[in-house]
């Protein structure tokens, strides 16, 4: 058997384990980090809340987030044949977690984020891109309220 077939498929599959293990972790902080600031609220719509509120500025959460090279594999498989590219959605959606937490720490004395917004890119050199997703980048930001 081939050599450079061996290591390659080695690589995968330390790719794949290593890759699931810090995605599991990151879920595991993340929903723990979710459940601690509950009591925070997000309010996406123009709804201004009724009641004594100050402002306490606005908010930012960013997260850049690679993906690792077994998802850039599927994905690149995926584009052959076409269809959703489940690889990355579990990416976006950690990205997109991670910076509203964030967002929310920033002003951990805030009772509500009004008018929050979610904005996603792809990061990475022209070359990279080509190939699929190199980044991921996620803002979230708001206006920080909390009650008088």
Do not use: W
């Amino acid at each position: 058997m081939n050599i450079d077939l061996i290591v390659f498929l080695t690589l995968l599959v330390a790719g794949y384990l290593v890759g699931s293990f810090i995605e599991r972790r990151h879920y595991q902080s993340i929903q723990k980090r979710e459940h601690e600031l509950i009591h925070q609220a997000t309010v996406p719509s123009e709804v201004i809340p009724t009641g004594q509120y100050e402002t306490l500025g606005l908010a930012i959460g960013t997260v850049v987030i690679s993906v690792d090279y077994f998802k850039r594999f599927l994905a690149g498989l995926r584009n052959l044949f076409g269809g959703r590219v489940g690889a990355y959605e579990t990416l976006i959606d950690r990205a997109r977690r991670e910076a509203v937490l964030r967002m929310k720490e920033s002003y951990p004395q805030a009772d509500m984020f009004l008018h929050v917004r979610v904005e996603t890119s792809a990061v990475g050199s022209q070359h990279l891109a080509r190939r699929g997703v190199a980044c991921l980048e996620v803002c979230a930001y708001g206006t920080a309220v909390r009650k008088k």
